[in-house]
């Protein structure tokens, strides 16, 4: 090829193809029409028409999208098979490649399910199903490379799924068979027989009485599924390997854009030189998100990864030789296999490396990203940069004109912040990983807020060469990233420490050495400055006392404070989920409480469940938002002219489009902001265009300005601005409930008395679906709606309300989500609007899908609350008095937060008979979303601070903390608070069983005695108890509606007030009405949920969805029913179809309507007088035991043992799925998952990158979920209870038992006084709470006003 300027079409059209051509699912794709900028996930879906593949975040984060990519190594000619996230990877990296999704493995239409899919169905894997290809794909990729896995093999493959709704327990499960003994290990039928109940001796089975209804420990075996068999899968295309694709160059160019994908260094560096601006495209892991979400300009990208020079690896004489065209992953296998051949001596680096990457972001990325990349990007959080620098790595850089030069990572290589001395000319094609010295000791440290899949908060790496007989120091070097603008080498703390002895000084000089180099500012960006400095001191002493143990030192045997407390025994998965089998002699077609597969569970695994999200409309258009980049102020001026230009770009709608009422919500949200702008990201106006990503672009060149004004962001700016929504205030007196007058407690009767306050954070839904709407114009000024939402009618009500229509004019319907969490409740009204609007005023069906990206930045999360409390026990230990104020930060809007803070106030009991109580909560206005429903909707953080106050005086005064709380927990009959009197209340039962279950008081001692002999590990084990009351706190929603029809060929359609968000609710009531008509299931069927079927429908929230509508559905059935009886009796020996079509030629209406409400009596909130608010209440206890890494704030969960009291379960299956899912949830709450909103107003956290859920690797290796046998509950549907929202609270025990290890690290240290640990305990709350020596030498933070912080404690 010739190196000379030319246009860029005759460029292109020297190389071999100017098409894209590769294969998906076996078919072969030729495109020369695409714009290069398109991601594999986006041609999947919006071109090949591919739903099965999901996106929810486009960040590389989640999972949803994970795709099997197949190619040819260009040097070895080697078929891989790897798994990849389509959402980072550009379509035209797959140029000579295969593809597989979802839709190639198996079909419920063609009744084949791959034997994952089969697994994954039967192990009730997938509850909404959105997470559930992305798996699916990823333990196919694991399999494709590796039939016969291990669990370990299994684990790595998932990180990079996440899944919201699962818990991941049934996921890991179906996986784990696949592993060499994973048949074997999972419980047979037979083991179940035998008593594989985690209760062992105590199993029920083994009491003397034989019990009703036989207990079963296993939801799922896989026994008879059928066997994985390699030799029948797609083989890689014979054209791409006979046509030698991978050796074959490829350019495109469309719509301005450039794509070239050269063979030759030569021609590379040729690009290079003639565009030296172009960017090169190795994993696009970094790129992606800057062309997705910083729109960056992008004319011309290059992917080297095809080169084959930049595929090799060699051993010299220093070093591996390691081209960078290959993969993370494939990088770490040459490594391991480097390892493996060399002296242990030589590879410490390769090890340190290789331990990192297992931590370096998913398998997904690495199996795409590079190290060039990472290097290039110079993040001063890469986690590989510090290692490159403290082992001297060298870069290899060729450009065209200069050649060859190779440069060590040294304190020069980065200049600034994200530029290194690489020039734009220049090629990264190689690294030298060093081999380590025979007395060389090297290590990485790195920690993140989650551990793995995520980004560093610090990352380190440290070597040291030490005479192994004088004990001196021949070299020290060490680099920290995450403590400046670049990955920082030390320059100043290792200055003269040659020739000093690894010893103690040495340890407590550079200590303090440390502190000054790497010391950070209080408001720096990035925040948590201290806990940053104390990482670096923290990191620096684990390393100096693996050498001194390396170096035989007396001293420091403390060698393993690194690794978890008897790690072997923390291997392999055990779990049992313990039930009631149905009793002897249920009718086979009666499927109430059996453990039945979620409805759409094999279209989960197989990618054909449908969703809003896919929705695709002939003529559709594409919104996007133009939002507010401020959270207060005035708007100047909106200039839409530079989008309106941009190619695809149809219209623009406003506030001045919306024909009705600009204030929808009960006229508290407006559709768009007018004049003024009350929270960061706040719509604004709306792009219309031809396709999502025109949209989005143009939206993007809409110029906004707004005059700001200061923002109300804290509760306690809140509070000191006297910024409240609803001013009067919720008050809860339960002396009301035994006179007129209001009984303050008299404290100066009571010695035993705590004060405190303690905060609690909010949480992101992290709904995998995010949400969005499709606006259909109809004739007759109707408008149809298909939107992502829990309350259709909600919907309707606020398009109408927006566009001026009657009701009867606007349908919304759904037919499942992708979860909802209760942030699906109210907020999704205002999309709709939006979206309605658009629609209306173009008339064109306008589709709005909002990126994770704006989805967390526009809509609210849970409540975050701050508490002050006071409490007093008798001299008995009984609660005497208690009075707590609440404070929820309730956003700009009220919305739903007076609900979830009569919530808060009704729960804040828990458990507990307190003999005088007044509580007052206080809903704070502030310049944030409308923060909103969550999972609990504020029972969770009232009961928090209860257990918070039980801790309290427990630890205060020197008591038995389960006893203590046992003491005082409710007896049946009870009356709480707030006038509930407590009937079939099963806490103590629960309490035991669960103290039972998980061998609480053996295994406490046990925790005793070991964290009394490890120093910097310790452990934690704690029981929490929860009381959850059912029922909607406003009367009128406690309704519900059903329409069920008999057609002549027997089956039955079900429409119901309820939505399917993945808790199985559909299953749950085709179950009901199989028990009620006396038909299986088979013949029923539940199509969506719409507001032309069923009219005024309640939002599917509050954990009523089965009672309420399966008293509708019962209703309707029992209607029916009594149609049919005369037939049935005229014709007993007849089947149920003539019994039907008996009817229909009698001319017998088979169709019925049904209706149910369940029991509510309203509360006076402004007095504080209570009443029997909810119908009954549902009763649970967890255990949990954690291990805590003292010196980082890591930690990880050993066990959790759970029982659960939901009465006679409608679905064995579907509730244990709810009770984990919900307790992983709340796990994730009170541990990890922080909101971070910086002191103006503006929300950090909008992605996966930076907004942690708990990932397969955070869950329990020992997981036990019990169902309270023998509970009936006479005011629920076939005597169940609700199971949705109150097992969430239960995920605290882990914040107390990490407490519990943290007590006894303090104790260590000499600090026995009570600390208060605020939710969630994160690594930061953690090691900061972990005071000791390190802790100390970090400057306090100055007073809070006299410095801006980087977070806001909002
Ligand atoms: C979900 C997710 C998780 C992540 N987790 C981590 C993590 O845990 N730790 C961490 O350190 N990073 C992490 N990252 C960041 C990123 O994955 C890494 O930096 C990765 O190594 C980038 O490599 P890439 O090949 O994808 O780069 P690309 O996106 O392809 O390119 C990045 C930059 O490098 C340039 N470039 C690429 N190749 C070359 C070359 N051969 N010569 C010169 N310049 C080149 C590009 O022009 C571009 O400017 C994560 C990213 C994502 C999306
Ligand atoms: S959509 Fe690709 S990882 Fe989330
Ligand atoms: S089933 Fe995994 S996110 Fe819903």
């Given amino acids: 090829m010739v190196a000379s300027k030319k246009p860029i079409e005759a460029e292109v059209s020297l190389y071999d193809f100017t098409e894209l051509v590769f294969y998906v699912n076996g078919k072969k794709i030729v495109d020369g029409g695409i714009d290069p900028r398109t991601t594999l996930a986006v041609y999947l879906r919006d071109k090949l028409k591919l739903f099965g593949t999901k996106i929810g975040c486009n960040e590389g984060g989640c999972g949803a999208c994970v795709v099997m990519i197949s190619d040819m190594d260009p040097v070895t000619e080697k ?60 333990m196919y990729a694991l399999l494709r490379t590796n039939p016969t896995p291990t669990e370990k093999d299994v684990d790595e493959a998932l990180q990079g799924n996440l899944c919201r709704c699962t818990g991941y327990r049934p996921i890991l499960e179906a996986f784990y068979s696949f592993t ?14 035998n008593g594989f109940c985690a209760l062992g001796e105590n199993c029920c089975k083994n009491q003397k009485a034989v019990p009703e209804r036989a207990e079963k420990a296993k939801l799922s075996t896989f026994d008879q599924c059928s066997t994985y068999d390699p030799t029948q899968e797609l083989i890689f295309p014979p054209e791409l390997k006979l046509g030698e694709y991978h050796k074959r160059s490829f350019a495109l160019t469309f719509g301005g854009v450039t794509w070239f994908q050269p063979t030759s260094l030569t021609e590379l560096l040729r690009l290079k030189r003639e565009h030296p601006h172009a960017r090169l495209i190795s994993g696009n892991s970094e790129l992606a998100v800057e062309l997705k979400f910083r729109f960056i300009e992008l004319p011309l990208a290059i992917n080297p990864k095809q080169v084959a020079e930049l595929r090799e690896h060699r051993v010299e004489e220093d070093g591996i030789y390691m081209g960078l065209g290959l993969s993370l992953t494939e990088m770490k296998d040459i490594l391991t296999e480097y390892i493996e051949e060399y002296d242990v001596k030589k590879t410490a680096v390769f090890r340190s490396v290789c331990a990192m990457l297992h931590y370096f972001a998913g398998k997904h990325v690495r199996n795409m990203a590079s190290v060039a990349g990472n290097i290039a990007t110079a993040s001063p959080i890469s986690d590989l940069n510090p290692i490159w620098m403290a082992s001297r790595a060298k870069l290899h850089l060729v450009s065209e004109e200069r050649g060859t030069r190779t440069v060590t990572i040294d304190e020069k290589f980065f200049v600034a912040y994200r530029r290194t001395v690489i020039q734009p000319d220049e090629v990264i094609i190689a690294i030298t990983i060093p081999f380590s010295g025979p007395t060389e000791h090297f290590r990485a440290y790195k920690q993140a807020q989650r551990r793995e899949d995520d980004i560093a908060i610090v990352t380190s790496a440290f070597s040291a060469d030490v005479d192994p007989d004088t004990k001196t120091i021949r070299h020290l070097r060490f680099a920290f990233g995450g403590m400046a603008p670049t990955t920082k080498l030390s320059t100043k703390a290792v200055t003269g420490v040659e020739g000093r002895k690894w010893n103690r000084e040495l340890l407590d000089d550079m200590i303090v050495k440390i502190q000054e180099e790497f010391s950070l500012p209080p408001g720096v960006p990035g925040g948590m400055s201290r806990y940053r400095q104390a990482l670096t001191m923290s990191f620096f002493f684990k390393y100096f006392t693996f050498v001194a143990h390396q170096l035989q030192i007396p001293g420091f045997e403390h060698f393993g404070i690194d690794e978890r407390i008897g790690e072997p025994q923390l291997e392999g998965y055990q779990s049992t989920q313990i039930y009631a089998d149905v009793p002897e002699g249920q009718p086979d077609h009666d499927a109430v409480g059996r453990p039945v597969m979620h409805q759409s569970g094999e279209k989960h695994v197989t990618g054909e469940a449908v969703y809003s999200f896919d929705v695709d409309v002939a003529n559709m258009l594409h919104a996007a938002l133009v939002t507010s980049p401020k959270a207060k102020g005035r708007i100047e001026y909106v200039d839409i002219t530079e989008a309106l230009e941009l190619p695809g770009v149809v219209g ?24 003024e702008v009350s929270y960061h990201c706040q719509p604004i106006g709306v792009i219309v265009a031809t396709d999502h990503e025109t949209a989005r672009r143009a939206a993007n060149l809409v110029k906004v300005s707004i005059i700001a004004e200061e923002a109300i962001v804290t509760i306690e700016q809140a509070v000191a601005a006297k910024s409240f929504h609803w001013p009067a205030g919720h008050r809860i007196h339960s002396s009301l409930l035994k006179g007129d007058k209001v009984i303050e407690t008299d404290w100066s009767k009571y010695d035993k008395i705590v004060k405190g306050e303690v905060k609690m954070g909010g949480q992101e839904h992290f709904y995998f679906e995010t949400i969005n709407c499709t606006a259909i114009p109809h004739e007759n000024q109707e408008m149809e709606v298909i939107a992502s939402t829990q309350g259709v009618s909600d919907c309707q009500i606020d398009v109408a309300t927006a566009l001026g229509f009657p009701m009867h004019k606007v349908v919304a319907r759904v037919r499942r989500l992708g979860g909802g969490f209760g942030g699906k409740e109210s907020c999704v009204g205002l999309f709709a609007s939006i979206t309605a609007v658009a629609a209306n005023k173009l008339r064109k069906p306008v589709k709005f899908v909002l990126e994770r990206f704006d ?10 609350f701050s508490f002050k409390y006071k409490a007093a026990l008798n001299n008995d230990n009984k609660l005497a008095g208690m009075e707590v104020h609440l404070f ?19 729960h804040i009991d828990n458990v507990y008979n307190i003999e005088n109580s007044n509580i007052y909560g206080r ?41 203590f709380r046992k003491l005082n927990m409710y007896n049946e009959g009870d009356c709480t608070p707030f006038g509930m009197h407590l009937n079939q209340c099963n806490i103590r039962r629960c309490w035991d069983e669960c103290l039972q279950l998980s061998d609480f008081d053996k295994r406490k001692t046990e925790i005793d005695a070991l964290n009394k002999s490890s120093r910097y590990r310790k452990r934690g084990i704690y029981a929490v108890p929860t009381k959850f009351g ?21 089956t039955v359609l079900i429409s119901y007030a309820g939505c399917e968000m993945g808790q199985g609710l559909h299953t749950k009531i085709i179950q009901i009405a199989s028990r009620c008509l006396g038909v299986p299931i088979e013949l029923i069927h539940v199509h969506e949920t719409t507001t032309d079927k069923v009219p005024n429908q309640s939002p599917t929230a509050a954990s009523v969805g089965s009672d309420l509508n399966g008293l509708a559905v019962q209703d309707a059935c029992v209607k029916l029913s009594e149609r049919l009886k005369p037939y049935k009796e005229k014709n007993p020996d007849g089947k149920w179809k003539d019994w039907v079509y008996a009817c229909y030629v009698d001319r017998v209406s088979l169709s019925a309507t049904g209706f149910g409400i369940i029991h509510h009596e309203p509360i006076d909130y402004n007095n504080g007088r209570g009443a029997e608010l909810y119908g009954y209440c549902v009763y649970g206890v967890a255990v949990t035991e954690v291990e805590v890494d003292c010196l980082s704030g890591d930690h990880h969960v050993i066990r959790s043992d759970i029982v659960m009291d939901i009465g006679d379960s409608l679905n064995p299956a579907v509730d244990i799925g709810q009770i984990e899912g919900a307790f992983i949830q709340g796990y994730g709450l009170f541990t990890m998952e922080e909101i971070k909103i910086r002191p103006d107003g503006t929300r950090l956290t909008r992605g996966p990158g930076n ?18 046998k023998g509970s009936s509950n006479n005011r629920g549907i076939f005597s169940s209870k609700a199971v949705g929202e109150p097992p969430l609270f239960l995920g605290v025990s882990a914040l107390f038992a990490i407490k519990e290890a943290i007590k006894s690290y303090r104790e260590d240290h000499g600090l026995t006084e009570y600390f208060t640990l605020d939710s969630p305990a994160t690594a930061e709350r953690i090691r900061m709470l972990c005071e000791d020596k390190i802790t100390a030498k970090i400057p306090e933070l100055p007073e809070k006003h006299t410095f801006s912080p980087w977070i806001a404690d909002i």
């Fill in 1030 to 1050: 059912i029922g909607f706190g406003f009367k009128q929603l406690n309704q519900a509606g059903a329409l069920i029809h008999i057609y002549t060929d027997g």
């Fill in 652 to 675: 623009y709608a406003d506030h001045t489009d919306v024909p009705g009422s600009l204030l929808i919500s009960h006229g508290q949200v407006p559709v768009f902001a007018k004049d």
């Fill in 1251 to 1268: 907004y942690k859920i708990p990932s397969a690797d955070d869950v329990p290796r020992h997981f036990n979920v019990k169902l309270l």
């Fill in 180 to 193: 060499k003994n994973g048949l074997a290990k999972a419980p047979t039928k037979k083991d179940e027989m």
């Fill in 855 to 864: 989805d967390m930045a526009i809509t609210g999360t849970r409540h975050p």
């Fill in 79 to 138: 078929i891989r098979h790897y798994s990849a996230n389509s959402c980072l990877t550009p379509v035209c990296a797959v140029f000579g490649k295969a593809v597989t999704t979802v839709e190639g493995l198996g079909s419920t239409v063609q009744k084949k399910l791959h034997p994952i899919q089969e697994r994954l169905s039967i192990a009730h894997g997938s509850q909404c199903g959105f997470c559930t290809p992305g798996f699916v794909m990823a």
């Fill in 923 to 963: 809903i704070c206005k502030t310049n944030l979303a409308s923060n909103t429903a969550f999972r609990g909707f504020g029972g969770p953080q009232g009961m928090f601070a209860t257990e918070t106050i039980m801790n309290h005086l427990a630890e205060q005064f020197n008591l038995n903390l389960n006893d």
């Fill in 888 to 906: 929820s930060n309730g956003g700009f809007a009220m919305e739903l937060s007076k609900g979830v803070m009569e919530r808060a106030v009704t």
